[in-house]
């Protein structure tokens, strides 16, 4: 069974993907697993290729630093060819209102004086990921549950119109994982594309700099330690990020912490503790350019190899190549 997840280089990982995704990728993905950096999907919206190429670079090594295998890592665009050659294919299987009515696109394109074509045919480019290696699973959470439900739709059309073609993929809800929030602004959600960095924790932050971003992190007047999201949602959030760190519930890393400065202090140290492998790993492998380069270039290789059949039974099917 192949489960596959991607992470979108529309900045610099952070803590929340880390401890929300990347970690239970890299422990609990099994061998049939796949893992991709989504470089096309980061060009829905205006974006610097200098800045995308480097983010690419930097998030796979970050999938690699946080302990997934090398082999069960690539990179979107490597195997762009196959990938919009499917999209093509599967945007002529599918209808104008089906995309046009995707929540997510009609939250992005809202009041945007332009719309670039890609963000609406972007899920289409998305079943095409999941489709190309016969993906069965797909962990999303859900604001990307109608795009997997999009996918299935595609595949069982093309299965009964052309021939038996696609594995009919599933969305599944991920295992809890940590939601962790903006450390400055509790009530939203911490973004890698968030325009102030202030309450960002980056997985590659030096030490320093965590502890600083974690002393200047939004509370309460309260002064209470205690886990209440509702009423206290700054406080709450460090002691999730706390919980995620140590294993333990947050209602129990709460008990012996009897003020904000320790309670910052204390979750500070916990992260920068739970980071530090990840950095060293992460950072030996972006100075080290010909290592990574030979790791991208095996993973694009096994990925065009896997998706090489299926592309041919597709195209051929379809009348076409
Ligand atoms: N704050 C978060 N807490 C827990 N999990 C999170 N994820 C993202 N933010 C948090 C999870 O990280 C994985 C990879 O995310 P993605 O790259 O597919 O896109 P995203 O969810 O849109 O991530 P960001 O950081 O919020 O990026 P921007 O700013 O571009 O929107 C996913 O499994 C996601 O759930």
């Given at each position: 069974?192949?489960?596959?997840?991607?992470?979108?280089?529309s900045?610099r990982a952070?803590l929340?993907?880390?401890?929300?995704?990347i970690?239970?990728w890299a422990?609990?993905g099994?061998?049939?697993?796949l893992?991709f950096?989504?470089?096309?999907h980061?060009m829905?919206t205006a974006?610097?290729?200098?800045?995308?190429?480097a983010?690419s670079?930097?998030?796979?090594?970050?999938?690699?630093?946080?302990?997934i295998?090398?082999?069960?890592?690539?990179?979107q665009?490597d195997i762009?060819?196959?990938?919009?050659a499917?999209?093509?294919?599967?945007?002529?299987?599918?209808?104008?209102?089906?995309v046009?009515?995707?929540i997510?696109?009609?939250?992005?394109?809202?009041?945007?004086?332009?719309?670039r074509?890609?963000?609406?045919?972007?899920?289409?480019?998305?079943a095409?990921?999941?489709?190309?290696?016969?993906?069965?699973?797909?962990?999303v959470?859900?604001?990307?549950?109608q795009?997997?439900?999009?996918a299935?739709?595609?595949a069982?059309?093309?299965n009964?119109?052309?021939?038996?073609?696609?594995?009919?993929?599933?969305?599944v809800?991920?295992?809890?994982a940590?939601?962790i929030?903006d450390?400055?602004?509790?009530e939203?959600?911490?973004?890698?594309?968030a325009?102030?960095?202030?309450g960002v924790?980056?997985?590659l932050?030096a030490?320093?700099?965590i502890?600083?971003?974690f002393?200047?992190?939004?509370?309460?007047g309260?002064?209470?330690?205690?886990?209440?999201?509702?009423?206290?949602?700054?406080?709450?959030?460090?002691?999730?990020?706390?919980?995620?760190?140590?294993?333990?519930?947050?209602?129990?890393?709460?008990?012996?912490?009897?003020?904000?400065?320790?309670?910052?202090?204390t979750?500070?140290?916990a992260?920068?503790?739970?980071?530090?492998?990840?950095?060293?790993?992460?950072?030996d492998l972006?100075?080290?350019p010909?290592?990574l380069?030979?790791?991208?270039?095996?993973?694009?290789?096994?990925?065009?190899e896997?998706?090489h059949?299926?592309l041919?039974a597709v195209t051929?099917?379809?009348?076409?190549?």
């Amino acid at each position: 069974m192949t489960r596959l997840s991607g992470a979108t280089p529309s900045g610099r990982a952070q803590l929340g993907n880390y401890l929300g995704a990347i970690r239970q990728w890299a422990r609990e993905g099994t061998d049939d697993d796949l893992y991709f950096v989504s470089d096309m999907h980061a060009m829905t919206t205006a974006y610097n290729p200098q800045r995308l190429r480097a983010l690419s670079r930097e998030m796979l090594a970050v999938l690699l630093g946080s302990g997934i295998k090398p082999e069960r890592v690539f990179v979107q665009s490597d195997i762009a060819s196959q990938l919009t050659a499917l999209t093509w294919v599967l945007e002529c299987t599918c209808t104008f209102g089906e995309v046009a009515r995707m929540i997510q696109f009609k939250e992005k394109s809202a009041g945007a004086k332009t719309v670039r074509l890609g963000l609406l045919t972007y899920p289409v480019l998305m079943a095409a990921d999941i489709l190309l290696p016969g993906a069965d699973e797909v962990p999303v959470g859900e604001d990307q549950a109608q795009h997997v439900e999009l996918a299935r739709a595609l595949a069982r059309r093309f299965n009964s119109t052309y021939g038996e073609a696609f594995v009919v993929p599933k969305a599944v809800t991920p295992k809890v994982a940590a939601r962790i929030r903006d450390l400055a602004a509790p009530e939203r959600k911490m973004a890698k594309s968030a325009r102030d960095e202030a309450g960002v924790v980056f997985v590659l932050d030096a030490p320093d700099m965590i502890r600083r971003k974690f002393r200047r992190a939004v509370t309460d007047g309260f002064e209470r330690v205690e886990y209440r999201p509702d009423e206290q949602p700054g406080v709450a959030n460090m002691l999730e990020i706390l919980s995620a760190c140590t294993g333990q519930p947050p209602q129990d890393v709460a008990d012996g912490i009897d003020s904000y400065r320790v309670l910052k202090e204390t979750t500070a140290d916990a992260v920068i503790e739970e980071l530090r492998a990840v950095r060293n790993r992460t950072e030996d492998l972006l100075a080290d350019p010909a290592e990574l380069d030979r790791i991208r270039a095996t993973g694009a290789e096994r990925a065009a190899e896997r998706g090489h059949h299926r592309l041919a039974a597709v195209t051929r099917l379809a009348g076409i190549g």
